[in-house]
């Protein structure tokens, strides 16, 4: 038997490879190898190692931040002390975490409020989650470097510019949110630069998920989910394109609907109040904010912070071949072009753009926390400009120069009060540097002073007895709830049963902590209750606190129900409604 050998068509097997190459993309059987090299940026133990140092490093500078600088952001305060509500404090429930913001940032405080808050130190609580949002950055950011061939060094050097930028180092210790952002921001490029080297569906799904992590963090980032649904579309196979970009959008666009929902059920207005109420901004003065607010100069006024933040990535984009990339003459091995560089612009340039939308509508206080994200990305887009560069060459010098700009800018945005006063943010440089407070260094209408309260809130407990208890409004008075050693003796508008119980004759509450005005939730009820007539045989007596020299911020009033006078003549007097002195902030 003779067995003819056919000749080898190569055509036709090229042909079957082209057809089944789509397939073979979206799903996640064989991994295709990298056109890239792929020198290691650090070794798995040393990045953490660095990591771990980093999240102590930050755990410090926030607790410096509170008990040294005596510096807290009021929207961080009352974040912490939604979750105290929820895990250490008399009515113990997950509906106290709020339903204004999103509710990563309060959630992600909840652990660590339940084992720092019997312990004696809740403050932890509120630094601890933002220190190691951004200590796990740092790992990620490796990860970058490491996939796109950066030398280790090279990616060391912009790695510790990242982590060491004092704007970085702020976020990581105030208890914000922007750490979180950053973070998932971080997670939602690494996933986006693998799956466009490696085309895996796993990747996807990663990106998916820091995607919506980033969502429940901050409701900006629904323009980012869109971008990255573009984006992965354009780049996927035809008949693909729909079903890829939802993989990438299902996870938020089910925890954004989920979230609405309950908020909506709970509020009646959900986190979208904080984009609709657009006379928030009309009551805040100063020179942070642009004296007419027209379309040039919120665009000037965004433009100008962008570019203080990160200086150089106007440069890292174009060294990355914006250009090039754009029109499509970078190519994939596959003729697809990759939009990374495009990407960083799209994303990069969302930030400031939404940042100056919500301006015009007077909807926001352009806070310079907003643009702490370009940090991030012009980190990533130095990467991108480096990929497989054996030397770091003059165009790796220029965006280390530009990186080492951007850290003392970052300094210099901290400390202008003509900047960042809207949170009193140079009130830390201010106490790093030994300088006296000037009369422009803050808003009090914004800040808190810390210091204050937390006297205000050691004198309180003092005075406290077994059996007493305090009712206040959080909003007005977070700190107190926050740093009082004895939790489970605070009513607040968080409770389930405080507006209820407010309506009975004798509500039960021996303290009250109360500031003049139409403030808050609870404030105005439990004004009407030390007005109105207290219990039989008692009277609300207004009580002196020592303050610290530097003032009170807010005019907060103490108020005890005491024994009321037993004499027929003192009987009569002290029947009559007493009214809070008026004190406006």
């Given amino acids: 038997m003779t067995i003819e050998a056919k000749p080898f068509n190569e055509q036709a097997l090229q042909a079957w490879l082209d057809a089944t190459e789509d397939e073979g993309r979206f799903e996640s059987a064989p991994e295709q190898k990298s056109a890239r090299p792929t020198e290691r940026a650090f070794s798995t133990s040393w990045i953490w190692v660095v990591a771990t140092v980093a999240f102590f490093f930050y755990l410090g500078v926030g607790l410096w931040m509170i008990y040294g600088a005596d510096f807290a952001i009021g929207d961080a305060i009352a974040r912490a ?21 999103m509710p990563l940032p309060a959630f992600a405080e909840v652990p660590f409020m339940a084992v720092f808050s019997r312990l004696g130190v809740p403050a932890l609580a509120m630094v601890a989650p933002t220190a190691l949002a951004t200590a796990m950055t740092i790992p990620i950011l490796a990860r970058i470097g490491r996939d796109l061939a950066v030398r280790k060094w090279i990616a060391a050097t912009f790695v510790t510019l990242f982590a060491l930028n004092p704007y970085t180092i702020f976020c990581a210790g105030n208890g914000m949110s922007e750490a979180w952002l950053v973070l998932a921001l971080a997670g939602c490029f690494a996933a986006y630069l693998r799956w466009t080297d490696k085309r895996r569906i796993r990747d996807l799904g990663r990106l998916g998920l820091w995607l919506a992590v980033g969502q429940m963090t901050r409701h900006e980032m629904l323009t980012v989910v869109v971008v990255f649904c573009v984006l992965v579309a354009i780049e996927s196979a035809k008949g693909r394109r729909v079903a890829t970009a939802l993989t990438v959008a299902a996870p938020s666009i089910f925890g954004l609907f989920a979230w609405t929902i309950v ?62 990339e754009l029109f499509g003459h970078i190519l994939d091995v596959d003729g697809r072009p990759h939009l990374r560089a495009v990407a960083i612009v799209a994303i990069g340039g969302l930030f400031p753009a939404q940042i100056a939308f919500l301006l015009l509508q007077r909807a926001s206080y352009g806070d310079p926390r907003y643009y702490m994200p370009l940090i991030l990305l012009f980190t990533i887009a130095s990467f991108i400009a480096l990929n497989g560069r054996p030397r770091i060459g003059g165009r ?67 005075r406290l007895r077994p059996g007493d208890v305090i009712v206040l409004d959080t909003s007005v008075a977070a700190a107190v709830h926050l740093f009082s050693r004895h939790p489970m003796q605070i009513a607040t508008e968080l409770d389930s049963d405080s507006a ?16 003049p005005g139409n403030y808050g939730s609870l404030n105005p009820t439990v004004q009407a209750l ?47 409604p007493t009214k809070p002195q008026e004190t406006g902030q």
């Fill in 81 to 101: 002390s939604s979750a105290r509500a929820i895990a250490h404090s008399r009515d113990q429930h997950v509906m106290a975490v709020g339903f204004y913001w």
């Fill in 530 to 576: 030390l007005r109105g007539t207290p219990p039989r045989g008692k009277r609300w007596e207004k009580v002196d606190v020592p303050l610290t020299p530097a003032g009170f911020r807010g005019s907060p009033e103490l108020w005890h129900l005491v024994d009321a006078p037993t004499s027929p003549a003192l009987l009569t007097a002290a029947a009559q």
């Fill in 396 to 462: 790796g010098a220029a965006l280390v120069v530009c990186g080492l700009a951007g850290c003392v800018s970052s300094f210099v945005v901290i400390g202008d009060p003509g900047i960042s006063a809207v949170t009193g943010e140079p009130a830390v440089i201010r106490a790093l540097l030994g300088t006296e407070q000037s009369a422009a260094d803050s808003n009090p209408a914004r800040s808190v002073n810390l210091g204050d309260w937390r006297a205000f809130t050691a004198d309180l407990d003092r």
């Fill in 500 to 515: 209820q119980q407010l309506q009975l004759p004798n509500p039960g509450y021996t303290w009250a902590v109360v500031v």
């Fill in 263 to 324: 908020s909506f059920v709970i509020t009646r207005h959900g986190f979208w109040k904080a984009i609709l109420d657009g006379d928030v901004a009309d009551r805040v003065t100063g020179p942070w904010l642009p004296d007419e607010r027209t379309v040039a100069t919120v665009a000037t006024y965004s433009a100008t912070l962008s570019l203080r933040f990160a200086p150089g990535i106007v440069l890292a984009v174009l060294f990355a071949g914006f250009g090039r």
